[in-house]
């Protein structure tokens, strides 16, 4: 499915979308901790943007960070764009596809987690897992 959609108009992604992914993806909402549907998935293959089709992050990335949303240590080269957030009282890095412009969620540096030192905390409802054959 991945296609170049940044000419999409909101009305045209509140159709390709289902409510609660239009109000993640598109309106940089949260899905609640521990709810999503790859939270515990150790399934191997690529996770992909449920809103564009692009490839995201491989699960050989994905790991265990017990924070309630699917979490990866790298994201695939030149997927991701990254913006400074400012909200909820504090400074964290939002991690948008860099295809659609939708909003996946943060990423997290120097929480020593894994050897790359870095959490991707993504939601569930962002992704669409292409699993391996």
Known sequence: ???????????E????????????????????????????????GTYKCRAC???L?????????????????EALPGTIKYIEDRSLGMVRVEVRCANCDSHLGHRFDGEG???KDARY???SVCLDLEEKA
């Open 1 to 11: 499915m991945e296609q170049n959609v940044s000419q999409l108009s909101e009305q």
């Open 13 to 44: 992604w509140r159709v390709r979308l289902n409510p609660e992914e239009f109000r993640v993806l598109r309106q940089a909402g949260t899905e609640a901790p521990w709810s999503g549907k790859y939270v515990n998935t150790k399934t191997p």
């Open 53 to 55: 089709g692009t490839a």
């Open 57 to 73: 992050f491989d699960s050989v990335t994905k790991f265990d960070s017990h924070c309630g949303w699917p979490s990866f240590d």
């Open 113 to 115: 987690f894994t050897p």
């Open 121 to 123: 905390c993504i939601n």
